[in-house]
């Protein structure tokens, strides 16, 4: 029997690779464990729904910028879309 007080880096090397079967199976062990755990466990706990509705705001606080028709806006529109104006 050896003494363990005097080890150098090879004879640890050796105790590992004799017993590579007990961590092969260790680790084997833990994967299985994790992917059952993983497995069962829900990603998206969907027990309760909340409903966010908005508050109702008055026209008064919240008026459109523009009150003119498309039409008011742009006057050459028309213009610039119709292909007679194009010609020479």
């Known amino acids: 029997m050896k003494d363990f007080k005097n080890l150098n880096p090879f004879d640890y090397l050796r105790i590992i690779w004799r ?7 260790a680790f084997l062990l833990v994967c299985v464990l994790v ?17 966010v509705e ?13 009150r003119a028709s498309p039409e008011e806006r742009y006057p050459g529109s ?10 020479g």
């Open 19 to 25: 017993r590579r079967w007990y961590a092969l199976a």
């Open 35 to 51: 992917g059952v755990y993983a497995w069962f466990t829900p990603i998206f706990n969907f027990g309760s729904k909340d409903l």
């Open 54 to 66: 908005s508050a109702p705001i008055s026209q008064d606080y919240v008026r459109s910028s523009d």
């Open 78 to 87: 028309q213009q610039l879309q119709s292909r007679s104006s194009w010609s």
